[in-house]
Structures are given as C-alpha cells and as structure tokens.
C-alpha cells in the first residue's frame, strides 16, 4: 500500500495530519487522553483562555438539541497563568501541535495575553472574536468589521507566533470579515464559532439556560458553516480551518473539498471521543480509494 502524506502547512504552522479537535470542548486534552492516543491528532485548540481565572457563568449552562447542543459555559477557564504553568507541559508530552485560543474583554486584554504566550512554547494562538467587547455595549468584536480590523491588527503587532483568528458566524457577511483578517495579518482562518440560539421548556415556560440563549453547535449548524467556509476560502488565500458540526468522515471531506485545509471536531467528542481518528482513517480510505497520495491535493478540489 502507498504511504500516504498526511501532513499539511497552515501558512507556518505544519500539522501531521489535517485533524483538529475544537476549543472548548476538549479541555486540555487531558480526560481525552485517557482514552484515545493525542499522538494522532494534528492540533488540540485548548479550552479558551481569559487574562484572569474565570468561574464561567450561572446556573444551568448547556441543553441538547435534537439536532447538537446550545451552551452557555461563558468562558469557564483557570487563566493563561495557570494553563502556562500546568497544562503546556503536559500536552508537549504528544506529537500533536498546540493552540491556545485566547478570549479578551478588551483589545488591550488580547493584547496582553498575545504578548504573554508569544515567549511560551505554543505552537499557534487561535483569536476568539466572538467574545462580547466591554467597551462596546458587549456586542461582540467579531461582528463589526471596524473592531475586527482594529483587534486582528493590533494583535498581530503583539503576537511573534502563528496567528489564527476564528470568526463568528453571527454576521451578514463573512466575506468582508474574512479579507479584513487577512489583510491585517492573520496566518489562518478558523471558522465556525457557534451560532446564537435558545430553547424554551414550555412546561415552566422558562427558557433552558439561565441565560436565556446561547451559542448552537453540532450538526445543526454543518450546512450553514460548510457554506461560510467555501465562501471565505473562495475570497482568501491563507488556509481555512473549517469546523461547525463536524461529526463523520463525509462531513470533513465536504469541508476539505469546500476548501478547509484542516478541519476541527468539536461537539461530535463529547458523543464520541473516537470521532477524530475515525475521521482521520476515513480519510486515509477515501485518499486511497480515490487515488490521492498527498492530502494537499484534496483541498478545495471542488468540481464546479
Ligand atoms: C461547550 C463548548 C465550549 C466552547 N468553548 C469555546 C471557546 O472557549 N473558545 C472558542 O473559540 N470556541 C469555543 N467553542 C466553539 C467550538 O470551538 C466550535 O467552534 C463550535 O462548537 C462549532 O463546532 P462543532 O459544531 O463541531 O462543535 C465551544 C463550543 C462548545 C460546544
């Protein structure tokens, strides 16, 4: 059988293979790798970071969906100073690629935080522009393209890593989004975040998280972030890491084919923590089966 190239460069940043699992739902990496080997997993975006350790919000914070899950966790995190001193070095122990996803109440917070892990042995730092921007009536930074081009270009000035910016998808045109990160300087794209939603227990007639609503993740979401990923691979040229509902080999292909030079499972982990290598054989079958030595060639090759 041919050995097939599995590896692949994100501008800079060169995974063993195009599997990533997404931040927030796989911690550290640590419960998960009691169960499957992390050595196989081409990047682990860790839970998302705050400048100072954050409880995350009140109350009841996640409901399924017949279709994946709203959470409104909020940011429950321990703090860049806590995850520097315990978790990096544990997660050096595997071949696999680190990314930190840092979350900011502020610019000058993502700021800080760029500054502070760009001397920490991460590989890349994933920006989370869909946090609720203070100094802005908490309307999120990634969904006004004047904040989004002021946050991307400040924090590419902070950042001396690899820089991937992960856009909400909560806006009316990713496009626009999308070249102004580019332009500002962003290595990678990682699209897509969740997206805003809300269920009601109509017996009590309250609404499921405490919070009212929150952001809706898994297959319910695929159609939609397949499209956005297309979209934005067709307006830029630095590589997309898609994700949104990834939960079999057929969704990360379509992905892959839409133009994601990676992808990211996120939700599928939780019902299956097998996902991710069953994903990355499923991809290795579908190389073989239809002739692909080198996964490279697989990305984008969409037939119009
Ligand atoms: C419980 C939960 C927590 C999340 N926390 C973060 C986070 O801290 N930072 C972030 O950038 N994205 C976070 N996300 C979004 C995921 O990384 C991913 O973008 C989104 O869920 C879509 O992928 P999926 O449908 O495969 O889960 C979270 C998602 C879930 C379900």
Redesign the pocket.
């Known amino acids: 059988m041919n050995k097939l190239e599995m590896k692949v460069d994100l501008n800079g940043l060169t995974l063993n293979n195009p599997i990533t699992v ?4 796989y911690g550290f990496g640590r419960e998960y790798s009691e169960i499957i080997d992390l050595n196989q997993i081409g990047a682990i ?1 860790v ?2 970071l705050t400048l100072e350790p954050r409880e995350g919000n009140e109350g009841r914070r ?1 409901v399924e969906t017949p279709m ?2 709203i ?1 409104s ?1 909020g ?1 429950q ?1 321990p703090g860049i100073r806590y995850f520097i001193e315990n978790e990096i070095a544990f997660l050096r122990q595997f071949d696999t690629k680190i990314i930190a ?1 840092i ?1 900011g109440n502020t610019i000058d917070e993502y700021c800080e935080m760029a500054k502070i892990l760009s001397d920490e042995d991460v590989d890349s730092i ?1 920006l ?1 522009i ?1 946090c609720p921007n203070v100094k802005n009536g908490g309307l999120a930074f990634g969904t006004d393209p004047k904040i989004v081009r002021e946050v991307v270009s400040k924090v590419r000035k902070a950042c001396k890593k690899h820089l991937i910016v ?1 856009l909400s998808p909560n806006v009316t045109d990713i496009k626009t989004i999308a070249r102004i990160t580019e332009e500002e300087g962003a290595d990678c794209i ?5 997206m805003a939603g809300m269920a009601i227990d109509i017996h009590n007639r309250k609404p499921f998280l405490k919070r009212i609503s929150g ?1 809706l ?3 319910a ?2 159609p939609i ?1 397949l499209k956005m990923v297309y979209d934005v691979h067709s307006v830029v040229s630095i590589p997309v890491l898609g ?5 079999n080999t057929t969704d990360a292909i379509e992905f892959i084919l839409a133009g994601a030079s990676a992808v ?5 982990n ?1 019902s299956n923590p097998y996902a991710p290598l069953e994903i990355k054989k499923g991809i290795e079958d579908y190389m073989r089966h239809y002739g692909h030595v080198d996964f490279n060639t697989l990305i984008g090759d969409l037939r119009l």
């Open positions: 997404a931040s927030g739902t975006s839970k998302g996640m994946g899950m959470n966790v940011l995190n996803n979350n994933e989370n869909s992960k990682s699209l897509i975040n969740t952001g993740s898994g297959p979401i695929k972030a994700m949104g509902g990834i939960s990211a499972i996120g939700t599928a939780f």
